[in-house]
Structures are given as structure tokens and as C-alpha cells.
């Protein structure tokens, strides 16, 4: 007679391979995208011999000559950057910027500058960074030309 045994099947399992694949490009797109560059509207700086690169998560304030002054290059006033760092105060720390880079035109007034790093600190942030240009490499640019 003849033995009809049933065989269970074994459970399928998906191949990993293809799975893996996607996962490490998804992983080097991630890493490759998260890499913070500072944006902005091109504008002259002062120069300083001490100045060194930031990185990190920041928030970019821009004071130009003519008084205009620009968050995120958008266009705000002292009382929406106000709004802006209270909203930003009230967040958790670990999702607060780590710097506020202040770029400031030479040409621009000495009493609107104070009145920003006087608003960033009346809510509570002291890590403010104030952008310049590298003395030594824009000499050595200018040489070159």
C-alpha cells in the first residue's frame, strides 16, 4: 500500500537580500541629505582673523546695511524675531538650534545689532555665533587676483 504522508510545508521566508539592499541606500541617502549647509543671501561680512567654521543645526539672522533683516532668509521684523525665538524657547532642547549664526554687514547700524543679541538673549539663548569672513583666506584670494 501506498504511504500518503503529509508533508507540512515549511514557512516561507522572504529573501533578506533585496530587503538589505534597500535599507543601506536608504541609509546613505539619509546621511548624504542630512548634511546642514548654511543658505542664505550672499552679503558682505567683516572680516576676522580668528574666525573658524560652524556646524550644526542653526538659525541664520541676517542684518543688512540699509536695516533689513532677514531669518531663514525671510524678511521679519525685530517683533516677528521675537515671536520666532519664543516659539523656538518653548520646544524641547534637543530640538532648539544648537547655534544662531548672526550675519551682520559692515556698513550696518551698531544700535539694530545690539537690539538683536538683546532679544536672543531676553529668551533665554547665549549661543549665538557672530559670522565673519576668514581674514587670511580672503587676503589670499585677493592676492591671487
Not at 541606500?25 to 549647509?37: D, E
Not at 523656538?88 to 548672526?102: C, D, G
Not at 532679544?119 to 581674514?135: A, P, Q
Amino acid at each position: 500500500m501506498i504511504s500518503f504522508k503529509q508533508h507540512s510545508p515549511r514557512p516561507a521566508s522572504p529573501n533578506l537580500t533585496s530587503l538589505l539592499d534597500v535599507v543601506f541606500i536608504l541609509l546613505i541617502f539619509f546621511v548624504i541629505s542630512a548634511v546642514v549647509t548654511v543658505k542664505g543671501i550672499s552679503m558682505e561680512l567683516p572680516p576676522a582673523e580668528s574666525s573658524k567654521p560652524v556646524s550644526g543645526k542653526s538659525m541664520e539672522i541676517e542684518l543688512h546695511s540699509n536695516g533689513d533683516l532677514f531669518c531663514d532668509t525671510k524678511p521679519v521684523t525685530l517683533h516677528d524675531l521675537s515671536h520666532r525665538l519664543r516659539i523656538i524657547a518653548e520646544k524641547p532642547f534637543a530640538m532648539q538650534p544648537e547655534h544662531f549664526l548672526l550675519k551682520s554687514a559692515p556698513q550696518a547700524r551698531v544700535q539694530q545689532f545690539i537690539s538683536i543679541v538683546d532679544v536672543l538673549r531676553k529668551h533665554g539663548f547665549s549661543n549665538l555665533v557672530i559670522v565673519t569672513n576668514n581674514k587670511k583666506a580672503q587676503q589670499e584670494t585677493e592676492g591671487n587676483l
